[in-house]
């Protein structure tokens, strides 16, 4: 049975997922580069940008792998496929060039209609302008029994989690503070939501925590 799962999301010390000011050149905030420390020192990073076999094996290396088992869809918020807010710029086709590592299905939450868009490596991108459920209940289908990874960005996050959607969250933490920026969790009641915390393992580089409903 499929799933909606949040896998290798990372967040500061102080609970940010994004950092302050972001822009085109920083898609990331200020600061928010060292979110992601862990996961470029990876093998399974490394091999995703052409670097087999390069890269350090371990718990971070695992966690990394795990977010791409199983997965039959991806949903996305329109800032984690394009740095616009308003009509579309249909010569922008995502950050990642022509073959995105989705290799699948991927959702893209919109105010603006889209055709889809196929991409190399089996991605094709479909907007959708209905919200949350909508996306929810089409990426579900598409995965066909698999999972679906839900990549964020932190407020598409916490709009599923806020509508009981999501079973399960991997959230990776890394050792910096932003000061500001987009919250993930805060003022969110994850105990009245029924999340416990399953598995939580640290190494020098951030602290994954897994937060399953039940």
């Known amino acids: 049975m499929s799933a909606l799962k949040v896998r290798s999301f990372a967040i500061s010390l102080d609970g940010y997922g994004v950092g302050p000011n972001q822009s085109l050149e920083n898609p990331m905030g200020e600061g928010g580069g060292g979110l992601h420390t862990?996961?470029?020192?990876?093998?399974t990073f490394q091999s995703m940008i052409g670097n087999t076999g390069k890269g350090a094996d371990g718990p971070d290396d695992e966690f990394a792998a795990k977010g791409f088992e199983n997965v039959g869809a991806w949903i996305l918020g329109r800032n984690m496929f394009s740095p616009g807010r308003g009509e579309w710029d249909l010569e922008w086709k995502g950050w990642w060039g022509d073959e995105p590592p989705y290799h699948c299905p991927v959702f893209v939450l919109t105010h603006?209609?889209?055709?889809?868009?196929?991409m190399a490596g089996g991605t094709t991108f479909h907007f959708v302008?209905?919200?949350i459920q909508s996306a929810y209940e089409q990426a579900i289908r598409a995965a066909n029994g698999k999972d679906v990874r839900l990549g964020g960005g932190a407020a598409t996050i916490r709009e599923f989690l806020q509508a009981g959607l999501v079973d399960e969250l991997h959230l990776a933490i890394s050792p910096i503070l932003l000061g500001s920026g987009e919250s993930l969790l805060g003022g969110i009641d994850m105990v009245k939501l029924g999340y416990r915390c399953t598995e939580h393992v640290a190494t020098p580089h951030a602290t994954h925590v897994v937060l399953c409903k039940g």
């Open 38 to 43: 862990w996961f470029r020192g990876t093998r």
């Open 112 to 118: 603006h209609p889209r055709p889809p868009l196929e």
């Open 129 to 131: 302008t209905d919200g």
